[in-house]
């Protein structure tokens, strides 16, 4: 069993599918068969860097070019750039995220007669119809699934395969460990922080409503804290939050291979997007046993699982009162952190999900193509 497994901007942007691609590279490497396809960082037998257009920090960016046409060029450059590795390997099974890249994977299929089987991890989340083509869906929640099979595309040609954590690396630290934590990253150790790790800008991500949300608590107790990649707007949400919070707030960009550090050094967790694919954010923060704040969808209470932790963020304060209750309510927060720390081990611990990822892939390595040819 031979697997490609493909995170076009895995190198220069860490969120979101990207850091799960190569978190599960690394879980995976010495195991199987399996190859990683990235945009850019050090090259070697098991990790291939792609050449190909920017989505972001690049050529297409200076010249303008808006975001969803850099999207497709970036995504389709990278399935060409891709191919002369195809060429000379024969893989099973290709793993990724976008949808486009797939496509694109799948014309190139048709015209060199490739055998290789398409895996697609709707992680975004995408509509049914738009990956209907592939061979073989991994839906990363039970709500995805179900709308899948109401769409009709047939069960054999989905998997039910969450996103999955290391929970020992994002457990709660005591008390000492924390106020450490806080002083290395210079969050005020006073504070109760709220914590959002999300990219940062204001579309999908809302970081401007966040900021708005906790300024209108004018509470001089709270710290606001958002770690993230930066984005074209970043300067401006900046700029707002200086003139909402005062210096009560902070903005990192940190690799992510610390990022278990925030959480444990946070008092609480807030997300104020409005949809998601799972939001491994979340289970990180669940792991490191903080109470959650998101928006009441159901793919989000399929997450959550509770749903007094999910609200109407549609509406103006919602998402300000929910963190207040939390924060005015210490008792409250530590039950609610050992409950969610508890339930996220059992449901998207490595551990407890490793044999679905490997019957994934030696599933759809063994049977005929199930897709569009």
């Known amino acids: 069993m031979k697997i490609a497994l493909v995170g076009s901007r895995v190198g220069y942007?860490?969120?979101?599918?990207?850091?799960?691609?190569?978190?599960?590279?690394?879980?995976?490497?010495?195991?199987?068969?399996?190859?990683?396809?990235?945009?850019?960082?050090?090259?070697?037998?098991?990790?291939?860097?792609?050449?190909?257009?920017?989505?972001?920090?690049?050529?297409?960016?200076?010249?303008?070019?808006?975001?969803?046409?850099?999207?497709?060029?970036?995504?389709?450059?990278?399935?060409?750039?891709?191919?002369p590795w195809l060429l000379r390997n024969r893989y099973d099974a290709i793993h990724f995220s976008e949808v486009m890249l797939g496509r694109a994977l799948l014309h190139l299929r048709r015209v060199f007669g490739f055998k290789y089987k398409l895996i697609f991890s709707n992680g975004a989340p995408a509509p049914p119809e738009f990956y209907d083509c592939f061979d073989l869906t991994q839906e990363v929640t039970g709500v995805r699934y179900d709308d899948a099979l109401a769409y009709g595309i047939p069960k054999e040609r989905l998997r039910l395969v969450p996103y999955s954590i290391d929970c020992d690396r994002f457990s709660a630290v005591t008390a000492s460990k924390k106020n450490a934590l806080r002083k290395k990253y210079d969050i005020p150790w006073d504070k109760q922080v709220?914590?959002?790790?999300?990219?940062?800008?204001?579309?999908?991500?809302?970081?401007?409503?966040?900021?708005?949300?906790?300024?209108?608590?004018?509470?001089?107790?709270?710290?606001?804290?958002?770690?993230?990649?930066?984005?074209?707007?970043?300067?401006?949400?900046?700029?707002?939050?200086?003139?909402?919070?005062?210096?009560?707030?902070?903005?990192?960009?940190?690799?992510?291979?610390?990022?278990?550090?925030?959480?444990?050094?946070?008092?609480?967790?807030?997300?104020?997007?409005?949809?998601?694919?799972?939001?491994?954010?979340?289970?990180?923060?669940m792991s490191a046993g903080l109470p959650v704040v998101v928006h009441n969808d159901k793919s989000f209470r399929w997450v959550v699982g509770h749903e007094k932790l999910t609200k109407d963020l549609t509406k103006r304060g919602a998402l300000g009162d929910a963190i207040d209750e939390l924060l005015r309510d210490p008792e409250c927060r530590e039950s609610w952190g050992l409950r969610l720390a508890k339930e996220t081990r059992i449901r998207f611990d490595w551990s407890n999900l490793k044999q679905s990822y490997l019957e994934m892939y030696l599933d759809a390595s063994s049977n005929p193509r199930r897709g569009v040819n």
């Open 13 to 83: 942007i860490d969120r979101g599918f990207e850091s799960f691609t190569r978190n599960l590279f690394e879980r995976l490497k010495d195991e199987i068969d399996i190859t990683l396809f990235k945009g850019t960082g050090e090259s070697s037998s098991k990790e291939i860097v792609v050449p190909a257009f920017r989505i972001e920090g690049g050529v297409l960016s200076k010249l303008g070019v808006s975001f969803r046409s850099r999207e497709k060029i970036q995504e389709r450059s990278f399935a060409l750039g891709m191919l």
């Open 194 to 285: 709220v914590l959002c790790v999300a990219a940062l800008k204001k579309h999908h991500k809302r970081i401007d409503v966040l900021i708005d949300e906790v300024g209108r608590l004018n509470r001089k107790e709270i710290f606001l804290v958002v770690a993230g990649h930066r984005t074209e707007v970043t300067p401006e949400l900046e700029q707002h939050a200086r003139s909402v919070l005062g210096y009560q707030f902070k903005f990192l960009t940190i690799n992510h291979s610390q990022i278990h550090e925030l959480y444990q050094c946070a008092d609480l967790f807030a997300l104020a997007s409005l949809t998601e694919g799972l939001g491994i954010v979340i289970l990180e923060a």
